[in-house]
């Protein structure tokens, strides 16, 4: 991050950052302190594919602003009562 927010810095040109950012509060400390402007995850979304849904949800996006594909709809928090066993830190969004 330190070397991204640098290049941001001197050369002003768009950086992004990768490497064991787990947290979704992590990624928006990083872009929100201008470290850099975009966050790139692999093994995190290996993990979990839909990291950036629950991300958005655990930020606190408003649940109608997190676009879900037509074939995943069946799994927004309000349509599927397992949310509350699956991820229950998000289950009241």
């Given at each position: 991050v330190p070397f991204a927010?640098?290049?941001?810095?001197?050369?002003g040109i768009?950086?992004?950052v990768a490497g064991m950012?787990?947290?979704?509060?992590?990624?928006e400390q990083i872009l929100q302190s201008g470290g850099a402007?975009?966050?790139a995850l692999a093994r995190a979304l290996l993990?979990?594919?839909?990291?950036?849904?629950?991300?958005?949800?655990?930020?606190?996006?408003?649940?109608?602003?997190?676009?879900y594909p037509p074939q995943y709809s069946r799994v927004r928090?309000?349509?599927w009562p397992?949310?509350?066993?699956a991820r229950p830190q998000g289950a009241s969004k």
């Amino acid at each position: 991050v330190p070397f991204a927010a640098r290049v941001r810095a001197e050369a002003g040109i768009v950086t992004r950052v990768a490497g064991m950012i787990v947290d979704p509060a992590h990624a928006e400390q990083i872009l929100q302190s201008g470290g850099a402007d975009q966050i790139a995850l692999a093994r995190a979304l290996l993990d979990n594919p839909r990291w950036p849904w629950h991300a958005a949800e655990q930020l606190g996006a408003a649940p109608e602003a997190i676009h879900y594909p037509p074939q995943y709809s069946r799994v927004r928090p309000a349509a599927w009562p397992g949310t509350r066993i699956a991820r229950p830190q998000g289950a009241s969004k």
